[in-house]
């Protein structure tokens, strides 16, 4: 029998959406879709989410969605909290001069090891993994691991769909957030000219299926299940 897990009262649309736990254990809810720049840092030559405002090259996001000296929420610091310092990339690291994204994700290094959270790699890139972030209560609500379980994003527009990875999480008064590659691959607009900042669809037309306990595997790589 479904059992709806969460009502989350939308903040951006000033809607309420259920969070349906199916008989098969998937959970499923259809919401509008805003884009999330987190975790991309150019592992894989796109562009990072942010940087400096004297960085020379594009970024998904403007670093005013990061926060500001004193209080940064967005990037990875040295003391690993607000108050800290970013980290900016370094000429070993795929975007020197960027800051550090983070999801809540995380990622082994190749020999299957943790990796420190000032490592690049660490996190799952949104300029080009199709991934969705959930309000923190779905993921503790959800039978079944969540993080790092496989999704399915479909447009019911147009039946668009794309198989990704539920890589972040976020706020208890949004639902509705993907990855800069989910939006493309499914043919939501992106911002201009910083991709993650705009773009999207306010209209609940989009609809989220995701499958606790599922490893995900997306562009022949298979993502690690973790707890919250």
């Known amino acids: 029998m479904s059992t709806t897990i ?3 009262s939308d903040s951006t649309t000033g809607t309420n959406i259920d969070v349906i736990q199916e008989d098969d254990g998937s959970v499923t809810f259809v919401a ?5 720049g987190d975790g991309a ?4 030559q796109g562009p990072p989410c942010y940087a400096p405002r004297i960085y020379p090259g594009p970024t998904l996001d403007v670093i005013g969605n990061a926060g500001h000296p004193g209080n940064w929420w967005g990037v990875v610091t ?9 980290i900016v990339q370094t000429g070993n ?3 020197p001069g960027a800051f550090i994204s983070a999801t809540a994700l995380n990622l082994p290094g190749a020999n299957g090891q943790g990796l420190p959270d000032r490592s690049p790699f660490k996190y799952v890139d949104s300029a080009t ?5 959930l309000p923190h209560l779905v993921i503790q609500r959800a039978q079944g691991v969540v993080l790092g379980c496989r999704c399915v994003i479909t447009d019911s527009r147009t039946n668009a769909s794309v198989e990704g990875v539920v890589a972040d999480s976020g706020n208890n008064d949004h639902i509705g957030e993907i990855s800069v590659a989910c939006a493309k691959a499914i043919g939501l607009e992106v911002g201009d000219p910083n991709e993650a900042n705009g773009g999207g669809t306010e209209k609940a037309v989009i609809r989220y299926q995701f499958f606790p306990d599922t490893a995900a595997i997306v562009n022949g790589v298979t993502y690690p299940l973790q707890s919250s």
């Open 93 to 95: 690291d795929p975007k």
């Open 78 to 86: 040295d003391n690993g909290k607000a108050s800290g310092t970013p």
């Open 129 to 133: 993994v199709p991934y969705i972030s």
């Open 32 to 36: 509008g879709a805003t884009l999330d």
């Open 41 to 44: 840092n150019g592992q894989f």
């Open 6 to 8: 969460a009502t989350i």
